[in-house]
């Protein structure tokens, strides 16, 4: 499995995201200084077809979907989703109408900032999209929605209209 950090910039450029608005959103350099908000998420800063926001692994997958990423990216998003997947609740898994869009219309999942490990490894995510000129934003809330599913390091939030 590749290891994050340094060696990350040289296999994918960097990354910086971008994006403006909302409550608190970062767009420089790799996270240095948080917000003191309870809750992180990563997504695209422009609505798809269905008015939301797709986050930063969806953005990913439909790069892989379409063959655009290089073998060295697919190995690392092969790798690093086996590893979310193995140690990261799924909320549907859990509860299948979460995302039941005439449940939950817009549900959208958010990091808690206590998730570290979680969100440390979004980071090779991210140099994954900028190297394929994909905006991702990172967006900080205090609170941001109805939440409809939580656990230890995430919860599902259907915002506020």
């Known amino acids: ?3 994050l950090g340094a060696s990350m910039q040289g296999l994918f450029g960097g990354r910086t995201p971008s994006g403006t608005g909302d409550v ?3 767009t420089s350099g790799l996270r240095s200084a948080r917000p003191s908000l309870p809750f992180v998420r990563f997504q695209s800063p ?3 077809e269905r008015g ?3 986050g930063v692994f969806g953005l990913v997958n439909g ?3 379409a063959g655009r990423l290089t073998a060295e990216q697919e190995a690392f998003r092969r790798a690093n989703n086996d590893w979310y997947d193995a140690n990261f609740t799924n909320p549907a898994h ?3 109408s979460v995302y039941d869009v005439d449940v939950n219309p817009g549900a959208a999942a958010w ?3 206590t998730a570290r490990v979680f969100i440390e490894r979004v980071d090779g995510y991210l140099s994954i ?3 394929h000129g994909v905006p991702c934003e990172e967006v900080w809330s205090a609170d941001p929605g109805v939440i409809v599913y939580e656990d230890e390091h995430q919860v599902v939030v259907v915002a506020g209209q």
Do not use: G, I, W, Y
Request: proline share 4%; net charge neutral; aromatic share 8%.
């Open 129 to 131: 999209l900028e190297t």
């Open 111 to 113: 990091f808690k900032v």
């Open 94 to 96: 859990t509860d299948p």
């Open 46 to 48: 422009t609505r798809n």
């Open 52 to 54: 939301t926001f797709t």
């Open 63 to 65: 790069l892989a979907r």
């Open 24 to 26: 608190s959103r970062e």
């Open 1 to 3: 499995m590749l290891e």
